[in-house]
């Protein structure tokens, strides 16, 4: 792994406008920048916005305990920047943010934009530490600079296939996914987990990412029979999804698997959401050891609800300083060791990483909307894994 000094940034020496007099250098803290990289404008800025949100109140935090590392004074500073959900964008975002020469990098939000993005991290020598981007291809590359703190689709697609079965008892079930690299991944493994369990898909059906109609695929789903319709997709197409199925007169359940439990699911969907069930990594906000600390923080902060991720942002963000205080270093050199051995309690439960840079031991909750919201069905994984 090619390594990378990092310069910390020592804080401006401010001249005033009246009488130049001069800050004392050795009276100002250095600062340390942390990259933030995810959809800040676009169809995906509401999400990367509620990353951007969370990582924030972590630097705020950390910055609370006025911390020292190699002897210094340091404060950390969030450097956002808008890489609009796509994989080009995504790559001259990276090479921006190590052209800044920020110490590590919390982000991107999907496997599309984090797969290639984490090349240039790692060219660069510096960790990349993924809130979300459930794709496991984006830890199968090789990189040990790559990082997620939440369960990957390999694992989800399959709890979500089990669910579907063994608990909802759905024997005839079709699949849609979006061709995204999330999407089509996670419904691989949903369907990899259903053939394990001798059930062979109705349908198959393929949409993209901006797919608002979805009147062709449901009708020939219809056809079908199906009693369960999966979509690998997120929330924005999955609202509509739901409604048109509803309005075509279906009584096949929609489930989703990460992506869905938001928000703007339940505005878009409104009352054909209804019995919509969907699987998310990790655990409810209420059972996350910090979550309701965290909520109201958040909520005090922000004035507005948690989208989606922000509490895995915050814990990316806070278990990348905490290995950099380990080693009493911000030189990725020294503070990746620190991070890849880490074993960090955050507001989403603990953190450690195996060997490829994912979540052990992870969980994951199954949600279904229950008069207009989303309420926790049953927990999988994590301690019961």
């Known amino acids: 792994m090619k390594t990378m000094k990092h310069k910390v940034l020592s804080a401006t020496i401010a001249l005033t406008a009246l009488g130049g007099a001069v800050v004392n250098p050795a009276q100002a803290d250095d600062t340390v920048i942390i990259g933030l990289a995810g959809p800040l404008t676009g169809p995906s800025a509401r999400i990367?916005?509620?990353?951007?949100?969370?990582?924030?109140?972590?630097?705020?935090?950390?910055?609370?305990?006025?911390?020292?590392i190699g002897g210094k004074a340091v404060t950390f500073k969030l450097q956002s920047e808008d890489d609009q959900s796509d994989p080009r964008t995504a790559v001259a975002v990276a090479q921006r943010l190590v052209d800044s020469e920020v110490a590590g990098v919390v982000g991107h939000w999907n496997t599309g934009t984090s797969i290639?993005?984490?090349?240039?991290?790692?060219?660069?020598?510096?960790?990349?530490?993924?809130?979300?981007?459930t794709?496991?291809?984006?830890?199968?590359?090789?990189?040990?600079?790559?990082?997620?703190?939440?369960?990957?689709?390999?694992?989800?697609?399959?709890?979500?296939?089990?669910?579907?079965?063994?608990?909802?008892?759905?024997?005839?079930?079709?699949?849609?996914?979006?061709?995204?690299?999330?999407?089509q991944g996670l419904a691989d493994e949903f369907i990899k987990s259903l053939e394990a369990q001798g059930i062979k898909p109705v349908d198959r059906q393929y949409v993209d990412e901006k797919t608002?109609?979805?009147?062709?695929?449901?009708?020939?789903?219809?056809?079908?029979?199906?009693?369960?319709?999966?979509?690998?997709?997120?929330?924005?197409?999955?609202?509509?999804?739901?409604?048109?199925?509803?309005?075509?007169?279906?009584?096949?359940?929609?489930?989703?698997?990460?992506?869905f439990v938001s928000q703007t699911f339940l505005s878009l969907a409104q009352k054909e959401g209804e019995g919509v069930v969907a699987l998310e990594p990790g655990l409810p906000v209420e059972k996350?050891?910090?979550?309701?600390?965290?909520?109201?923080?958040?909520?005090?902060?922000?004035?507005?609800?948690?989208?989606?991720?922000?509490?895995f942002a915050y814990d990316a963000t806070r278990v990348l300083i905490a290995a950099m205080q380990k080693a009493d270093s911000v030189d990725a050199g020294d503070y990746l060791p620190a991070l890849r051995a880490i074993s960090y309690t955050g507001v989403t439960g603990n953190i450690a990483f195996d060997e490829q840079g994912n979540l052990k031991n992870p969980s994951f909750t199954v949600y279904k909307v229950v008069n207009g919201k989303w309420e926790p069905q049953t927990v999988l994984g994590g301690s019961a894994k």
Not at 116 to 133: E, F, K, L, M, S
């Open 288 to 311: 996350m050891p910090g979550g309701k600390a965290f909520e109201q923080a958040y909520q005090s902060k922000y004035h507005t609800h948690i989208e989606l991720h922000a509490p």
């Open 48 to 68: 990367g916005k509620d990353l951007e949100n969370g990582a924030q109140l972590a630097i705020d935090d950390v910055n609370k305990t006025h911390p020292t």
């Open 212 to 259: 608002v109609d979805f009147n062709a695929v449901l009708t020939a789903i219809r056809s079908k029979n199906a009693d369960l319709v999966f979509f690998g997709g997120v929330d924005s197409q999955a609202a509509p999804l739901a409604r048109r199925l509803k309005q075509l007169g279906m009584k096949a359940t929609l489930m989703g698997a990460g992506g």
């Open 135 to 183: 794709g496991h291809a984006y830890t199968q590359q090789g990189f040990d600079t790559s990082f997620r703190v939440m369960g990957h689709d390999d694992d989800g697609g399959d709890y979500a296939a089990k669910y579907a079965v063994q608990t909802l008892k759905a024997k005839r079930i079709a699949v849609i996914d979006d061709r995204t690299a999330f999407g």
């Open 116 to 133: 290639p993005a984490a090349r240039i991290y790692h060219d660069a020598g510096i960790a990349q530490v993924a809130p979300v981007a």
